[in-house]
Structure formats: C-alpha cells, structure tokens
T-cell receptor, first 115, second 110 residues
Framework: EPEVTQTPSHQVTQMGQEVILRCVPI?????FYWYRQILGQKVEFLVS????????KSEIFDDQFSVERPDGSNFTLKIRSTKLEDSAMYFC?????????????FGEGSRLTVL | GQQVMQIPQYQHVQEGEDFTTYCNSS?????IQWYKQRPGGHPVFLIQ?????EVKKQKRLTFQFGEAKKNSSLHITATQTTDVGTYFC??????????FGGGTRVLVKP
C-alpha cells in the first residue's frame, strides 16, 4: 500500500539552527500539507502546497518557515532559525483528490527537539 | 479564524460500554472528516461526511453530520481495547485547509 514517508524520524537541534524535514508524498498525489503536533495536543495546520506554490498557510507559518518541492518527489519543510517552541512532531500529508474533499494520508512524523 | 472544538477531551470507558464524542465548528463546514491516532502514531483517516444530516456506519462506529453542518459526532458501541487512541474530527470550511479539533483521548478499562 502506498504511503507517505518522512525523514528524519527524530532530530535534535540547538536553538537558532536551521532544520530541514523531508517528506516523500504518495507518488500520484497533487496536494501536500505540513501539520505539527506539540506533545499531547491538537494537530495544527501549517501550510498546504499545490502546483509548486503555497495555497494556504496558517499564522504559525511565519517567515522562519518555508516549503519547497525541489525535485518532483520530495516535499521539504525548512525552519530557518529554530526556537524552543518549535519542538513538536511534524507531520507531512498528501491528498490525491480535489483539495476541498478527500482524505489526507499522513506520514509517521518527524519529531523535532530544540534545545 | 475557524475553530473546531471537541468534547470530551478524555474518555475513560469500560470495555463493552458505548460512548460518544462531539465536535463543534465555529463556522459552517463543507465537509468533516474523522481521524484516529493510536498512541505514538500518526492520524489515520476514518471517514468523511459531506451532506447535511448524513449518518455513516463502520462496524461499531457511527458518524453523524449535523443538519446545520456545524457539528458532528462519533458514537462507538461495545468498546474494545483496540479502540484505544485519540479521535480527531477535522473540518473544511472554504479552501483546502483541514482544521483539526483538539481530539478525544479514549482509554479503555478491561
């Protein structure tokens, strides 16, 4: 069964460092998302991406965050200068159908710990 | 902005009993989805509801979408230990942003 894969599974970084989280969405999917979940809390929307551009982003997704799809398969989330409060599980998701319906397929997540 | 709220936050259930978790949106939704997240896992899609008043069943799970398309519920009958996890509703108002509720964490007492 096709799945969304994410690397790394866990990253520990120092405050102020740049972090890149990588995702390989399901191959024929067109819509890509990043969500984050602080331990034990809700799943928060960060950004959606379609046709090589951001289609929506939340207030959390400030200038420190960026996304790109550099090679047609990977979908990356970059955090330019990490803060302690960026510590969370980051989930990538993809969807193959219309952006206004259809289920999201989530990866297993990348746990980011900022010290 | 759009807010999605779920109650209860925690549900302790005796194995074999029924329970219901409720989801309310601050805005009218075009559709609502439900996801289950096992401890240490990632959200996994359960179902999508689109029509006003829609009811769908999956074995022991019954999902309902309110007439005004602003609320939804998940009812589980005869709870089993495999039902342990956090159940999230997630609603779409406009656009492709799916907003998750805070989740109901279900613990089952054998």
């Amino acid at each position: 069964e096709p799945e969304v894969t994410q690397t790394p599974s866990h990253q520990v970084t120092q405050m102020g460092q740049e972090v890149i989280l990588r995702c390989v969405p399901i191959s024929n999917h067109l819509y890509f998302y990043w969500y984050r979940q602080i331990l034990g809390q809700k799943v928060e929307f960060l950004v959606s991406f379609y046709n090589n551009e951001i289609s929506e982003k939340s207030e959390i997704f400030d200038d420190q965050f960026s996304v790109e799809r550099p090679d047609g398969s990977n979908f990356t989330l970059k955090i330019r200068s990490t803060k302690l409060e960026d510590s969370a599980m980051y989930f990538c998701a993809s969807s193959g159908t219309s952006p206004t319906t259809g289920e999201l397929f989530f990866g297993e997540g990348s746990r980011l710990t900022v010290l | 902005g759009q807010q999605v709220m779920q109650i209860p936050q925690y549900q302790h259930v005796q194995e074999g009993e029924d329970f219901t978790t409720y989801c309310n949106s601050s805005t009218t939704l075009s559709n609502i989805q439900w996801y289950k997240q096992r401890p240490g896992g990632h959200p996994v899609f359960l179902i999508q509801l689109v029509k006003s008043g829609e009811v769908k069943k999956q074995k022991r799970l019954t999902f309902q979408f309110g007439e005004a398309k602003k609320n939804s519920s998940l009812h589980i009958t005869a709870t089993q230990t495999t039902d342990v996890g956090t159940y999230f509703c997630a609603g779409r108002a406009a656009g492709n942003k799916l907003t998750f509720g805070g989740g109901t964490r279900v613990l089952v007492k054998p």
